[in-house]
């Protein structure tokens, strides 16, 4: 079961460090993504940590405001995410997968935390 917290409402320009946990299962083995859904829009893409070499992978929306990690010893992974906008407003979710082709396909993804809103005012 994963579970994204650190969501919360800020103000545009601030910052947010989003986590994702999961108990029962160590999430070093698998490929960690974060998607991101506003009311009314498809399921967005937002950051990926790979389960092996730990690549990264950012979505140009997001690329240099945006970084993901992942600390195995707390069986975490990040999204940092710096110079907030409104438009970045949504529920943020992380997913589990085995595997890293096609690593921005939410379809692929296997497991889904509840997910948890930022909200991002003006």
């Known amino acids: 079961q994963l579970q994204a917290s650190g969501g919360g409402l800020v103000q545009a320009g601030d910052s947010l460090r989003l986590s994702c946990t999961a108990s029962g299962r160590a999430l070093l083995i698998y490929t960690v993504g974060w998607f991101r859904q506003a009311p009314g829009k498809a399921r967005e893409f937002v950051a990926a940590?790979?389960?092996?070499?730990?690549?990264?992978y950012v979505a140009d929306s997001v690329k240099g405001r945006f970084s993901v990690s992942r600390d195995n010893a707390k069986n975490t992974v990040y999204l940092q995410m710096n110079s907030l906008k409104p438009e970045d407003t949504a529920k943020y979710y992380c997913a589990r997968r085995s595997g890293y082709e096609l690593i921005h396909d939410s379809s692929r993804y296997e497991s889904w935390g509840q997910g948890t809103q930022v909200t991002v005012s003006s």
């Open positions: 940590v790979e389960r092996n070499a730990g690549i990264t």
